[in-house]
């Protein structure tokens, strides 16, 4: 019963900025990490940037390193990746996912539930 939601997707001009949004539901939500991933037409899926389940440990993926904020509100049980300065290169469908680990930590590994994605349109 487990649902994870994404939204906020769309096209967007090189150098312009998206905030993606994911909801969960159906888990506790600050037990898991959550992650953003992505897939481009002919490539394989590539983990974007992770969070761990109360905020403390993030990772971001180097060709996003500076450019993506990961966040979360787990009193709204969303996950949010504020996505600055936009390549064409960014444009991909984008996935959310969780993964309930037992510590803080997470990791851009399988994750366990994912969302259908959103689309992610960058032109140059």
């Known amino acids: 019963q487990v649902q994870v939601v994404e939204s906020g997707g769309g096209l967007v001009q090189a150098g312009g900025s998206l905030r993606l949004s994911c909801t969960a539901s159906g888990l506790t939500f600050d037990d898991y990490a959550m992650a953003w991933f992505r897939q481009a037409p002919g490539k394989e899926r590539e983990g974007v940037s992770c969070?761990?389940?109360?905020?403390?440990?993030?990772h971001y993926a180097d060709s996003v390193k500076g450019r993506f904020t990961i966040s979360r509100d787990n009193a709204k049980n969303t996950l949010y990746l504020q996505m600055n300065s936009l390549k064409p290169e960014d444009t991909a469908m984008y996935y959310c996912?969780?993964?309930?680990?037992?510590?803080?930590?997470?990791?851009?590994?399988?994750?366990?539930?994912w969302g259908q994605g959103t689309q992610v349109t960058v032109s140059s």
């Open positions: 996912a969780a993964d309930r680990l037992p510590y803080d930590y997470c990791g851009l590994y399988e994750y366990q539930y």
């Open positions: 969070i761990s389940s109360i905020g403390d440990n993030t």
